[in-house]
């Protein structure tokens, strides 16, 4: 939905990236509060926070958080 950011979490979809093989990730637990980074930037070597990992949906797949300027405008707040 708008104003969150999420990601596609496949557990058996995964691939090691040094050899290709096939692995299965872990399910995405405790990491409520982590920091959910932008790939895309983080291939090129920048580090780009783009929200707070919240809620992980095993039946779709996929892992949501709240968008990173929702959190600094909370910040600002307090």
């Given at each position: ?16 990236t ?61």
């Open positions: 939905g708008s104003g969150y950011v999420g990601l596609r979490y496949p557990k058996g979809r995964n691939r090691n040094d050899s290709g093989k096939k692995v299965i990730a872990p399910r995405p637990s405790g990491m409520s509060g982590c920091p959910v980074l932008d790939g895309d930037k983080l291939e090129k070597g920048n580090i780009s926070i783009i929200g707070v990992f919240t809620t992980y949906r095993r039946e779709q797949g996929m892992a949501f958080g709240e968008r990173s300027d929702k959190i600094i405008r909370l910040l600002d707040v307090m």
